[in-house]
Nanobody, 123 residues
Framework: QVQLVESGGGSVQEGGSLRLSCAAS????????MAWFRQAPGKEREGVAA????????YYTDSVKGRFTISQDDAENTVYLQMNTLKPEDTAMYYC????????????????WGQGTQVTVSS
């Protein structure tokens, strides 16, 4: 049974940093995406970043480029999202996802989802 468990969320001031972790059990991502999504109140869930091919290929949505970094550990069972220079508009529930069904890193068509971790950035 595949499980994705997120951790590392919290409340920070604008300009601060957080590192999110997604621990995957029962799943090893080698050829498919592992990704981070977020959903703010009243908004649609959106793709934030994704990683594939043992970390050699990464993707980011434009609003986080240069501030967020996605990575995975050598065992390929934990994915991280380092978030720097956080802004109030980054406030959202962040979800880890694994195994895209349609080959697009930023669509919602993933087979596995975590329960989410809350990130709140205050100005």
């Amino acid at each position: 049974q595949v499980q994705l468990v997120e951790s590392g969320g919290g409340s920070v001031q604008e300009g601060g940093s957080l590192r999110l972790s997604c621990a995957a059990s029962g799943y090893t991502a080698r050829r498919n995406y592992m990704a981070w999504f977020r959903q703010a109140p009243g908004k649609e869930r959106e793709g934030v970043a994704a990683i594939v091919a043992r970390g050699r290929v990464t993707y980011y949505t434009d609003s986080v480029k240069g501030r967020f970094t996605i990575s995975q550990d050598d065992a390929e069972n934990t994915v991280y999202l380092q978030m720097n220079t956080l802004k109030p508009e980054d406030t959202a529930m962040y979800y880890c996802a694994a195994e895209s069904r349609d080959g697009r890193w930023d669509s919602l068509e993933y087979n596995y989802w975590g329960q989410g971790t809350q990130v709140t950035v205050s100005s």
